[in-house]
């Protein structure tokens, strides 16, 4: 460990540079974690361990010595007993600063009374300045009245106008209240129409809706004929084979009493 001048080249030059690399690194290793960046993990590991490292390096950093400035002020020394920084010897020996001062103020004639008075005139400037400030708020408050004033003058002008523009309005629904109540007999009257044009329409569904069940009736019947006459066309085809076998039997009793009568005339 080099030393130039008294200072340390680790812990004066070096470091304060690994200060603000570290830093860096661990800056950049957050960025990583909290962006999800790939490799987030790793670089927070290597901020934060180099971080650790820094501070691991900082706890043997020495500490600077304080410089005594009681050698360059011995006034500041704990056990100091001499002179102050002015010596006394100089001031006694010279002329008096207040004596100058007093010598002055008799030469300028200022007497105890005229200082006197000096105050009663600045404490009467000092009440003259605050009223004068009463004064401006005074006026500033004129000027927001006025202001105001001159607003509610402009509303109150919109209020008129909105009124004349509501009486037009009344009038004119005064003037239409005929047509209103014509129309509103018109209604009354369209509305007795729908109520006699519902009941017959009503009525023609009731008697729709009869028609329609004595047609569904009749189709019933009509499809139980159908059956029962489904059912006599399958006994008339048996009725009808029963016929023909029976004139088959009589075809062969009639041949069987040909021949015995061929026989006994024989």
């Keep these: 460990m080099s030393k130039a001048k008294g200072r340390s080249f680790l812990f004066d030059v070096l470091m304060p540079k690994i200060y603000?690399?570290?830093?860096?690194?661990?800056?950049?290793?957050?960025?990583?974690?909290?962006?999800?960046?790939?490799?987030?993990?790793?670089?927070?590991?290597?901020?934060?361990?180099?971080?650790?490292?820094?501070f691991f390096l900082s706890a043997f950093q020495p500490q600077h010595a304080e410089p005594d400035w009681a050698r360059v002020y011995p006034q500041l020394a704990d056990d100091y007993t001499g002179q102050g920084i002015v010596p006394a010897g100089a001031v006694a020996g010279g002329p008096?600063?207040?004596?100058?001062?007093?010598e002055m103020m008799r030469n300028a004639d200022?007497?105890?009374?005229?200082?006197?008075?000096?105050?009663?005139?600045?404490?009467?400037?000092?009440?003259?300045?605050?009223?004068m400030a009463d004064m401006?708020?005074?006026?500033?408050?004129?000027?927001?009245?006025t202001t105001r004033v001159r607003a509610a003058a402009g509303q109150?002008?919109?209020?008129?106008?909105a009124y004349a523009t509501t009486a037009d309005a009344?009038?004119?629904?005064?003037?239409?209240?005929?047509?209103?109540?014509?129309?509103?007999?018109?209604?009354q009257g369209m509305t007795r129409n729908l109520g006699a044009l519902n009941a017959v329409y009503e009525m023609e569904l009731q008697d729709a809706n009869n028609h329609l069940k004595a047609m569904n009736k009749f189709y019933g019947n009509l499809s139980m004929a159908m059956e029962n006459l489904t059912d006599a066309s399958k006994d008339t085809e048996q009725f009808k084979q029963e016929v023909s076998r029976l004139t088959q039997n009589l075809h062969s009793l009639n041949t069987v009493y040909g021949n015995m009568l061929s026989a006994m005339k024989g």
Excluded at 172 to 179: E, H, K, N, P, R
Aim: net charge negative; proline share 2%.
């Design 20 to 54: 603000g690399i570290g830093a860096a690194v661990v800056i950049v290793g957050a960025l990583f974690k909290i962006q999800h960046w790939p490799l987030a993990d790793l670089m927070l590991i290597l901020g934060l361990s180099t971080e650790a490292i820094i």
């Design 96 to 102: 008096s600063v207040t004596g100058k001062l007093d």
């Design 110 to 131: 200022i007497t105890p009374e005229t200082i006197n008075q000096l105050g009663l005139g600045l404490n009467r400037l000092s009440e003259t300045a605050a009223s």
């Design 136 to 145: 401006s708020n005074a006026t500033a408050a004129t000027e927001e009245y």
């Design 156 to 161: 109150l002008d919109k209020i008129n106008s």
């Design 170 to 187: 009344i009038a004119q629904m005064a003037v239409s209240a005929t047509d209103a109540q014509e129309y509103h007999n018109q209604i």
